[in-house]
């Protein structure tokens, strides 16, 4: 029994420093989008909101306005930070300023630069939990059934010259500034380089001008933002090197 309990005592120390003893599993890639639903209302005077699919370690303003303006430019009602969860339930006042309005919208908008934003509304009137009336992105209008969010991906590159993406699900009749910048930045603020019409939306095959301010940079970030009000946004990064 003794040499037993030495053989597996020797075989432990020696497969420890390979790291056969203990499995770690990566912390998984963010996807998708934050939104938010509205869980209580105090009538003029308190709204809880329940916020989901949180990016990490991101802090949010959370903003109030009139209904209809997806809380856009609002009123700062307070601050929500992710910190490690991807769901946060947090109560907030009813701005003065909207305490009459039959309906308010509200808005989480990231404060760190990470672009990441959910809204919805609310009925000022005492309530319990209501359903989610918005999430991130919203469909442009009821009628064109589009469901989702766009993404795109990197189809070839000419170095510090020109940069060609394969877009899916883009949203049609829709405007986008395609935006290039440093890696990091998420293309946030960056340079805008075109613009999108979507037109039938979908799949499309786009090529762009890397701008001279990145030209030398081994990584850029690149961006589709709508300028029509739909929030829609997209983006991506690639070596700036020529592929393939």
């Not at 469909?139 to 059934?145: D, E, M, V």
Request: hydrophobic letters at 35%; charged letters at 10%.
């Amino acid at each position: 029994m003794k040499n037993l309990i030495s053989i597996v005592t020797v075989l432990f120390l020696v497969l420890s420093p390979l790291g056969l003893t203990t499995a770690f599993a990566a912390e998984p890639a963010y996807s998708g989008h934050p939104y938010i639903e509205i869980v209580a209302v105090d009538k003029h005077d308190l709204v809880t909101i329940r916020a989901y699919n949180l990016p990490r370690n991101d802090t949010f303003a959370v903003l109030e306005n009139y209904m209809g303006t997806k809380g856009k430019n609002g009123v700062n009602v307070g601050t929500l930070s992710s910190g490690s969860k991807s769901e946060v339930t947090q109560t907030y006042p009813i701005a003065a300023a909207f305490r009459d309005q039959k309906q308010i919208a509200i808005r989480i908008q990231s404060t760190t630069g990470s672009g990441w934003f959910a809204y919805n509304w609310f009925y000022n009137k005492n309530s319990g939990a209501q359903p989610p009336g918005g999430t991130t992105p919203p469909p442009p209008s009821p009628s064109t059934g589009y469901s989702g969010y766009p993404t795109f991906s990197i189809k070839s590159v000419v170095r510090n010259v020109s940069v060609t993406i394969i877009t899916t699900n883009l949203p049609p009749n829709d405007t986008f500034a395609v935006k290039m910048n440093y890696m990091g930045t998420r293309g946030v603020n960056g340079w805008t380089v075109a613009t999108l019409n979507s037109g039938t939306g979908g799949t499309q095959t786009l090529s762009y001008t890397i701008p001279a301010e990145l030209n030398g940079q081994r990584k850029i970030a690149i961006r589709l933002q709508s300028t029509s009000g739909s929030d829609y946004f997209a983006y991506n990064w690639f070596y700036n090197n020529t592929y393939p």
